[in-house]
């Protein structure tokens, strides 16, 4: 007669091996369902609508291609210090931008800059002087960190009281 201990020990690898059996098949169907997101999301891109700074901001598509003519503004550029990227130190370069026939600013990311050293002063960034054609694609602003109020929703009870 067998013990008990030894058929929990022999039944035991059998569930276990089934456990993570199903655990990867629920695994590999959500990398499926992120794909099918991603697809999405590029066609999203792919077949955004042209657009001109001269629409209002609500307007835009998300990925909306803006193509803008106007001058940056030299006198004021914003540096966002520490951006690493592959490990060399850098900037981020947003450049304020006019367009033309327009007195409305935008704020422009104008790519990363690297830093010639991590312990000098910030790098001085060129800006065009003159009338300058550009194309982007739109974004979005996003709130920066944490938000309690997008978390909130996900505790329950904890709606408006």
């Given amino acids: 007669m067998k013990k008990p201990l030894s058929l929990i ?3 035991l690898p059998h569930i276990a091996a089934i456990a993570v059996m199903v655990a990867c098949f629920m695994l590999a169907g959500w990398q499926f369902d992120r794909a099918e997101e991603k697809r999405a999301l590029l066609g999203h891109w792919d077949n955004a609508p042209a657009a001109g700074l001269e629409q209002a901001e609500d307007h835009f598509s998300p990925y909306a291609k ?10 004021r550029q ?13 900037v981020h370069v947003f450049t304020p931008f006019v367009p033309a026939g327009q007195s409305r600013i935008w704020l422009v990311n104008r790519g990363w800059h690297a830093l010639p050293s991590r312990h000098g002063s910030l ?4 800006v065009p002087g003159t009338m300058w054609k ?28």
Avoid: E, K
């Fill in 66 to 75: 803006i193509h803008a003519h106007g001058r940056f503004d030299a006198q």
């Fill in 78 to 90: 914003i540096l966002l210090d520490n951006q690493v990227r592959n490990g060399q130190a850098g």
């Fill in 123 to 126: 790098p001085h960034v060129d």
């Fill in 134 to 161: 550009s194309s982007g694609a739109w974004q979005s602003r996003r709130a920066p960190g944490f938000s309690w109020a997008r978390f909130r929703r996900w505790i329950p009870g904890s709606g408006p009281t």
């Fill in 9 to 11: 020990f022999s039944v």
